[in-house]
T-cell receptor, first 117, second 110 residues
Framework: GAVVSQHPSWVICKSGTSVKIECRSL??????MFWYRQFPKQSLMLMAT?????????EQGVEKDKFLINHASLTLSTLTVTSAHPEDSSFYIC?????????????FGPGTRLTVL | AQSVTQLDSQVPVFEEAPVELRCNYS??????LFWYVQYPNQGLQLLLK??????LVKGINGFEAEFNKSQTSFHLRKPSVHISDTAEYFC????????FGAGTILRVKS
């Protein structure tokens, strides 16, 4: 199968601190990874597309200076929430894109619950 | 641009009863269609996907979905649900990016 991990699974931090979340594709290489945000009782909203070796592409309304994305290798993308505030508390989910023939399928990580106090 | 509408926010059903979760999509281009399941505090797990070919797609855990191009629908069905099927289900359409519906919470009661 295609396994994607995230670390940490949950984190609690103080307002004003920065938090880094890792997303790893464990058994395949992913040139493209995605970061989503999910508020309680809502669907996933795409934040940004992470491309290995290049800058991430952010969706409209997402602050790129606040949500720093680094995709330094084919199996690892990181999301850093800088100067976190309580309104950044959310469930962050990453996915890694696996290409088979002409089809790209996203495989999702288990998510990271961020709580900012 | 693509969009997905999941017509029911919650579906309660008794154990061993059949269930259908509805999904309609819109797109100006050919798309791929997906159903994902999310258990509490977990990420998404792929249930099934439609790429091309047969309009009836079988997935994991006994779920299946039927692609209906004329009605732009991709409804998810299971003939007999189990308590462990209680979860939130997301329909998604893939064009240049993956777009999710709002989700349907399936509550299976004993």
């Amino acid at each position: 199968g295609a396994v994607v991990s995230q670390h940490p699974s949950w984190v609690i931090c103080k307002s004003g601190t920065s938090v880094k979340i890792e997303c790893r594709s464990l058994d395949f290489q992913a040139t493209t990874m995605f970061w989503y945000r999910q508020f309680p009782k809502q669907s996933l909203m795409l934040m940004a597309t992470s491309n290995e070796g290049s800058k991430a592409t952010y969706e409209q309304g997402v602050e790129k200076d606040k949500f720093l994305i680094n995709h330094a290798s084919l199996t690892l993308s990181t999301l850093t929430v800088t100067s976190a505030h309580p309104e950044d508390s959310s469930f962050y989910i990453c996915s890694a894109q696996r290409t088979s023939g002409r089809l790209d399928t996203q495989y999702f990580g288990p998510g990271t619950r961020l709580t900012v106090l | 641009a693509q969009s997905v509408t999941q017509l029911d926010s919650q579906v309660p059903v008794f154990e061993e009863a059949p269930v259908e979760l509805r999904c309609n999509y819109s797109s100006s281009v050919s798309v791929y269609l997906f159903w994902y399941v999310q258990y509490p505090n977990q990420g998404l797990q792929l249930l099934l996907k439609y790429l091309s070919g047969s309009t009836l797609v079988k997935g994991i855990n006994g779920f299946e979905a039927e692609f209906n191009k004329s009605q732009t629908s991709f409804h998810l069905r299971k003939p007999s649900v189990h308590i462990s099927d209680t979860a939130e289900y997301f329909c998604a359409v893939s064009g240049n990016k993956l777009v999710f519906g709002a989700g349907t919470i399936l509550r299976v009661k004993s």
